[in-house]
């Protein structure tokens, strides 16, 4: 286990993911948030290998994610988020909700994208609040949601969300249901 860590915390690249690739069966909180804070690797196959092997153990580590939704990295909360929502996680969305208010918008596009997965409807209120984010991203993840969870959208909201949108936030808002 201690070298585990080891490699975890200054192997190479390659070294650090053939690591995560076996540690999918892990329970051991050590080695669990050692696995989470890889989330912020500085590289992305890192940070990818990690993500996996979190949605895919099978065993019950939902709270070392949920912790990590007040980490102090963007990218460990954004991430914590959606690997919360891939592995079904339903219990978790009030947590995440509160990042749809999060000062990055990386982590707030997270947030509501890992909301509409899990088909939030409890979200409603979130996913209409965010489609007049400042970051497009975010606006876009917010339509996806409510596109996928048949909300309806006023006319107006329609409009105003229009009015700097780029070609695919366009495409988007022609599936929203209007009422």
Do not use: Y
């Amino acid at each position: 286990m201690k070298n585990i860590v080891k490699v975890l915390e200054t192997g190479s690249s390659e070294e650090k993911i053939k690591i995560l690739e076996t540690l999918d069966k892990t329970d051991d909180p050590e080695i669990l948030q050692k696995i989470i804070s890889k989330l912020d690797d500085d590289d992305i196959k890192v940070r990818g290998e990690a993500f996996s092997s979190l949605v895919l153990n099978k065993n019950k580590i939902s709270n070392f994610l949920t912790q990590n939704l007040n980490s102090t990295s963007k990218n460990i909360r954004g991430f914590a988020a959606l690997a919360l929502a891939n592995r079904n996680e339903i219990d978790a969305i009030s947590k995440i909700v509160k990042l749809a208010k999060d000062e990055r918008s990386m982590v707030r596009s997270c947030a509501i994208g890992a909301l509409g997965h899990l088909k939030a409807k409890e979200a409603k209120d979130v996913f209409l609040d965010s489609v007049l984010d400042t970051n497009v991203e975010v606006r876009k993840s917010a339509i996806q949601a409510i596109i996928d969870l048949k909300f309806s959208i006023s006319e107006e909201r329609i409009k105003e969300i229009s009015n700097d949108a780029d070609p695919e936030l366009l495409k988007m808002l022609s599936k929203l249901k209007k009422k």
